[in-house]
């Protein structure tokens, strides 16, 4: 309808050999120290938080009543804790849980708010402004609260609830992009191709919209991953999450954090490791959104489009 | 033209305050509901030593209006014909919801302002700094700082910032920064000492605060700047003769203001949150100390209460984004 | 206007082997430009050929990821290498920038009349009250109606061609010595383009300052410039007084890029084959060589300097060569003569592809962003009426706005319209199932005009193709026989299958579209601008692709575009819309000769060819203003707002103009027909 600008053509890449999408998300990971970093960073991580275990014959509720509180040493490795309980493998199973949790919240949050708000966005009319309603009835609330009022209910039923309630409180801002995207979506030409051509809606969502939004998918869901690891460790160390004798990471800075100065050991290792995690995700996030996100080109690239994990560890 | 513009601002405004009231009404029922449901209050009375007779118990219960052999319609009703007329009913321990209400926000509130206003400011200029300075040394240094800010949480980073002080005051040998409470109870002298007593209470909850704050608004606002950086009216201002650094004050920084706007709604509810925790690791006797007390106690009440102030804020600090965003951008203003 | 002579003053703008490269990638590699006061200098050159790289640099305004090396003395200043702060003293008072998209050129934020003052305010120690008069007289001066009142608006209260205006007026309010105007007019429409160039031509004349014009528009280059430079992979290839060049090139690339351009009269373009060059990857030799028919060993073994008299400069060895043999374009191109079977049948016996009659369709205007409520309605069409009959081409020709593509995706609907009647192969839309529906679906296909969004960046080519074909039903076998075939049909090869759009050029991508809307063996195929988003040299290899497939397939095209050359050149018959309306359809021939409507005619007389000496020398019907909203409907004729005529008329005439609307193929009241001389 409108007279175009100058063609935004770009030569022909006659390339000796096509270069694949992949192939060029690859080489610009590769070339984002931090992506690198957090990447290996991450991997350390689950090595150490799967493998770990198996170095010591420690387990994370032995109690050894011959060292309370004992400094790092040969037989106890990061020390023990005021019951004489093996610190190392008390904060590797924490970090396992904390992983656990954050990996199963990122997963079901994001394909909810994929769902949804695609759903929205495509269908438009009533279906988008019950969904916004309900997304921001959601919001209205920080999600802390209702999981704090939530959580004494679900104590016998154990973390898998509490995965539940942090991935219902943790879709909406996902949603909300994802729908203003498959908005600016269905305006493009190949979409109406395809509706113009008879497509079935549904089979337009998930063969055309979904696709086209999944590289901002990938790199919210990692930073997802971060974000409910801190939302996991805030609402455990007051009590409203993960629950004796289970532990986690938050639990476990709640039961050191008070000894820190003297003990640092059972305050440290486990803080440590859990900013190190985020930390690393974080630079894993923003290396793939420099990867994957075609609009961060040579000169803007590292552009953001959202939050990072400050905003989402909140709800 | 102008007058048009304005009016339509004000239709504009007055809608979405008319949704956040429909907003606002389901959400304090939904919490209502919620925390009724979820919180055992009878529980909470049985469990006293010694045991009180069950009576007692009863009557305690509707006297408050938390009694669950009443239909829980009821007790909503019942409840909100209260809450209308400003009676937010009673906390567990018989104390008035309105009360404890009313010494808290103030608290909270103080915390809540200085936080936002330092960290938001702190934020901006640290983004604009960096995205001017792209890849240089100086934009590596702030960026890798807002990542390790943005990958500790909020409790983390009070506990974490509690430990410092600890051990500077041990090194010291006397109390250089003191972090618990507001003031040091008992305290007497001259109204400057009471105000520096504050201020050096205030320091350490505001900053935990403050510093999360502005490493997200530095990315945000970083990112914006970049796009901005890179746009054709920035270029068009140095065609006219503008140098580069007049044209990305004039033209660049109020240009990419915009769309912070946005962000400054969503950053609410992270921000109250986090001082839930800080107030709590501080000891400071604000709405977030209160609620996880409250929960702790089974008090419905007070914890609805709660839920209606950070509902409030949410919905008041969204509302403040609009209207920010239409005095910053004239394309609102006139659409 | 006349060339200066060259030793008559020192030039105002010199540039000496410039040199760009970004992040190791040359953009530009060895430009020499020289311009003297009151002078045109007209730089050509398709998307990707460093023209608007050269301009700025001249304003030393490129990013900082750019290496500059060479010489730019603007009146005796060396720029390359001055710091910002003596730049910006140059920058706005000695020279001074027209930007391309008038949009995204002005600080949104700020008023438009503060951005003017601003740029006075910069070079002269004058107040503030006495810059926003400046700035109002400024405006004044390039044609906003009512400048006091508008100086206070923002630019997004500006319509496309207002902003442009503005940009100039921000130009000259410094009385530059020259001005450099970077596509000016490309994103603004025909006779927008008009007004914005009478506007640059006054504003240059009042200054006296040298131009610098950049850009792909042929036409637009013809009609103003005195002297052409065309640059080709970031160098000038040829260089010559405007006449000259376009009546005698002497370097391929002009010859085919000249030859690609429709113009009334030439059934046959000269595409350019192959995509210009990734200049990281420059062939050893000429750059153009891999392209050129003409070239030979001498061509990939060095490259040539820009030679020849001052007069008439080339970079190519094979220049006095075609000189001295005095070589057209399809000599240097071969072009398969399309065969010219023109149908015999006359046209009243053909069945109907299309009909449309009376089409409607209303948009509710809301205000508000979540529950918002009607406040008036868009009349987006508002009565097209349109014919196609088998193996025939309808030009749909109108300006943004216009309702064109809203008619398409009524029609393409295949719904019943909100008023009217549309009748695709015979079925009133109004009356089928569903079944039916799906069926014609398969009858009628759309190419769009953007060929990056309208191909799935994440599908590979072979699934694109296939998605009209699946939607129809049809079976794995034959989706895979037809893939290669579609293919090969529209000049790709059948490997291409497993690539992705991305890897592909603009020409290539919308063969791929054209592939896909093929697929399923339709009637009628819409299409949506199919070239416009494509450089000249690629798109006269769609128009020959296009042309070739009608009769190969006998189809009928439904072809919308803004560029009346082009329609000249692919249709049969025309159909012109002015808000909604159909105002004029006909025969190609007769509408183009003869328009009758008055909307018609300031078209065409908008539309710059390429050809300097017609193009000066032809009488213009400007304009005025831009065409109105479509929220206040016209009771009677729509173009009263902006009509030659109607400015002519006694009161009862136009009495009837405002109140009655006017029906038939020529949609006025009071048609008067002009002849067009075939400029």
Sequence with gaps: MTITATPPETAAPEAPEPTGRTRVALRRFAASTNAVVGAAALLLLFLLAFGGPYLTHWSHTDIDYSALRQAPSATHWWGTNRIGQDVYAQVLHGLQKSLLIGLLVALFATVLASVVGACAGYFGGWTDRLVTFFIDLLLVFPAFLIIAIVSPRLRDTGWLAFVGLLAVFGWMITARVVRSMTRSLKERDFVRAAELMGVHPLRIIFRHILPNVSSFLIVDATIAVGGAVMSETGLSYFGFGVQPPDVSLGTLIADGSGAAVTYPWMFFFAAGLLVVFVLAVNFLGDGLRDALDPTSGQHRRRRRRKGTTHDRAAR | MRRIASRTVLAYLTKRLGYYAVLLAVAVFLSYVLSSLALSPRGYFEGRQPPPPASSVEAQLTALGINDHTPLMDRFTTWASHAVRGDLGRTIDSGSVGEEFGRRIGVSLRLLLAGTALGTLAGILAGAWGAVRQYRFSDRAVTLFAFLLLSTPTFLLAVLLKIGAMRLNQSAGSELIAFTGEKTPGLTGSTATLLGDRAIHLLLPTLSIALGTAAAYSRYQRGTMLDVLGSDFLRTARAKGLTRGRAVLKHGLRTALVPMSTFFAYGFLALFTGAAFTEKIFGWHGMGSWFIDAIGKSDVNSVVAVNVFAAVMVLLSGFLADVLHAALDPRVRTS | MTAPHADADPPVLDITGLHVDFDGAPAVRGVDLALRRGEVLGLVGESGSGKSTVALAAMGLLPRTARVRGSVRAGGTELIGA?????????????????????????????????????????????????????????????????????????????????????????????????????????????????????????????????????????????????????????????????????????????????????????????????????????????????????????????????????????????????????????????????????????????????????????????????????????????????????????????????????????????????????????????????????????????????????????????????????????????????????????????????????????????????????????????????????????????????????????????????????????????????????????????????????????????????????????????????????????????????????????????????????????????????????
């Design chain 3, 83 to 679: 710091g910002d702060r003596e730049l910006s003293r140059l920058r706005g008072r000695r020279m001074a920038m027209v930007f391309q998209d008038p949009l995204s050129a002005l600080t949104p934020v700020h008023r438009v009349g503060d951005q003017i003052a601003e740029a006075v305010r910069t070079h002269q120690d004058v107040g503030r009250v006495h810059a926003r008069r400046r700035a109002v007289e400024l405006l004044d001066l390039v044609g906003i109606p009512d400048p006091e009142h508008r100086s206070r608006a923002y630019p997004h209260e500006f319509s496309g061609g207002m902003r442009q205006r503005a940009m100039i007026a921000m130009a000259i309010a410094n009385d530059p010595d020259v001005i450099l105007a970077d596509e000016p007019t490309t994103a603004l429409d025909v006779t927008v383009q008009a007004q914005v160039l009478e506007v640059l031509r006054t504003a240059q004349r009042e200054t006296g300052a040298a131009l610098l014009l950049v850009s792909h528009d042929l036409g637009v280059i013809a009609g103003m410039a005195d002297r052409v430079a065309v640059m080709y992979a970031g160098r000038i290839v040829e260089s010559a007084p405007a006449p000259e060049l376009f009546a005698a090139p002497r370097m391929p690339y002009t010859m085919g890029l000249l030859g690609a351009v429709p113009r009334p009269g030439s059934r046959v373009l000269t595409p350019v084959p192959g995509a210009p060059p990734e200049l990281r990857l420059l062939p050893r030799g000429c750059a153009f060589a891999p392209r050129c028919p003409l070239a030979d060993d001498t061509c990939r073994t060095a490259e040539p300097e820009l030679a020849g008299p001052e007069e008439h400069r080339t970079a190519c060895v094979k220049a006095p060569e075609i000189a001295a043999r005095d070589l057209a374009a399809t000599d240097v191109y071969p072009v398969d003569e399309p065969a010219p079977v023109r149908a015999v049948t006359p046209r009243g016996e053909l069945p109907a592809v299309l009909r449309v009659e009376g089409l409607t369709k209303t948009f509710p205007l809301l205000k508000g962003a979540a529950f918002g409520r009607r406040v008036g309605s868009v009349h987006a069409v508002d009565g097209v009426d349109l014919d196609i009959r088998r193996g025939e081409t309808l030009g749909l020709v109108g300006e943004s706005g216009s309702g064109k593509s809203t008619t398409l995706l009524e029609i393409l609907r295949l719904a019943a319209p909100e008023a009217g009647e549309v009748e695709v192969l015979g079925h009133r839309t109004s009356e089928l199932t569903k079944r039916q529906i799906k069926a014609l679906r398969g009858s009628v296909q759309i190419v769009f005009q953007d060929p990056m969004a309208s191909l799935d960046p994440r599908q590979p080519v072979g699934e694109i193709v296939a998605e009209p074909l699946r939607a129809q039903g049809a079976d794995r076998g034959a989706v895979a026989r037809r893939i290669p075939e579609l293919l090969r049909l529209v000049g790709l090869e059948a490997a291409h299958a497993a690539r992705f759009p991305h890897e592909f050029s603009g020409g290539q991508r919308q063969r791929i579209g054209i592939a896909r809307a093929l697929a399923v063996e339709p009637r009628l195929l819409v299409l949506d601008e199919p070239v416009s988003a494509l450089d000249v040299s690629v798109q006269a290899g769609i128009l020959n692709l296009l042309r070739r497939l009608k009769d190969e397939l006998g189809l009928a095209y439904l072809f919308v575009s803004h560029d009346l050359s082009v329609v000249r050149h692919i249709a049969d018959r025309v159909s012109v819309m002015y808000l909604g309306r159909t105002v004029e359809s006909g025969a190609v021939e007769e509408v183009f000769a003869r328009p009758r409507h008055p909307y018609t005619q300031a078209l065409l007389s908008a539309v710059p060819v390429p050809d300097p000496v017609a193009e000066r020398s032809r009488s213009r019907v400007l304009l005025a203003g831009d065409p109105p909203s479509a929220v206040l409907r016209a009771e009677g004729c729509g173009f009263v707002g902006r009509c030659p005529v109607y400015a002519g008329l006694g009161a009862g005439d136009r009495a009837r103009c405002a109140g009655e609307r006017p029906v038939g193929e020529v949609a006025c009241h009071f048609p008067q027909p002009r002849p067009f001389p075939a400029a």
